[in-house]
T-cell receptor
Framework: DGGITQSPKYLFRKEGQNVTLSCEQN?????MYWYRQDPGQGLRLIYY???????QKGDIAEGYSVSREKKESFPLTVTSAQKNPTAFYLC?????????????FGPGTRLTVL | SQKIEQNSEALNIQEGKTATLTCNYT??????LQWYRQDPGRGPVFLLL???NEKEKRKERLKVTFDTTLKQSLFHITASQPADSATYLC????????????WGLGTSLAVNP
């Protein structure tokens, strides 16, 4: 999984609770990404960050928040405002912030909201 | 509308044969195209990248072609093995949209021994 770690691998939460997914990389990559993957829907971009202390919304940012206080870390918070949070969440990084670069993915976190 | 499409049906082939997976796109201006492999419950892994001015790229048993006239990329695995069974994703880099990566839904490949 190329130097990107995500924890935990499985996460269970009650409806209405916020939950934070961890993503750390030791590849010294500038850009980091969060995707959500649902059966039959492919990878959908939630948020991305090209540089520390800056991030942009992706295609489905509503109900999610992120921070990028360190180059190595890009945690994702799934808030209670997210209508259907149960999904497989993938974090990725890429060397160059210019976009379109090869992406290196973590192992994923499967979130189940009960 | 803009679309990127991969074979929706799973591909089943016999070990030793060549697997060919298709990625078609419409209304994009791809700078280049990438292919990834994803195993169940795991993150995608990068395999190959091909630029718009390249016709073909090879890496060991893998070959990718890119035809900007047909708006299509083909991904071939020669001498396929059961270990090649996985889902294969194509992703194009949209030169017209801040070089955003646009993902296909993937094609599931099963190589039978």
């Amino acid at each position: 999984d190329g130097g990107i770690t995500q924890s935990p691998k499985y996460l269970f939460r009650k409806e209405g609770q916020n939950v934070t997914l961890s993503c750390e990389q030791n590849l010294n990559h500038d850009a980091m990404y969060w995707y959500r993957q649902d059966p039959g829907q492919g990878l959908r971009l939630i948020y991305y960050s090209q540089i520390v202390n800056d991030f942009q919304k992706g295609d489905i940012a509503e109900g999610y928040s992120v921070s990028r206080e360190k180059k190595e870390s890009f945690p994702l918070t799934v808030t209670s405002a997210q209508k259907n949070p149960t999904a497989f969440y993938l974090c990725a990084s890429s060397p160059w912030a210019g976009g379109g670069d090869t992406q290196y993915f973590g192992p994923g976190t499967r979130l189940t909201v009960l | 509308s803009q679309k990127i499409e991969q074979n929706s049906e799973a591909l089943n082939i016999q070990e030793g044969k060549t697997a060919t997976l298709t990625c078609n796109y419409t209304n994009y201006s791809p700078a280049y195209l990438q292919w990834y492999r994803q195993d169940p419950g795991r993150g995608p892994v990068f395999l190959l990248l091909i630029r718009e001015n390249e016709k073909e790229k090879r890496k060991e048993r893998l070959k990718v072609t890119f035809d900007t006239t047909l708006k299509q990329s083909l991904f071939h695995i020669t001498a396929s093995q059961p270990a090649d069974s996985a889902t294969y994703l194509c992703a194009l880099v949209d030169a017209g949209n801040n070089r955003k990566l646009i993902w296909g839904l993937g094609t599931s490949l099963a190589v039978n021994p």
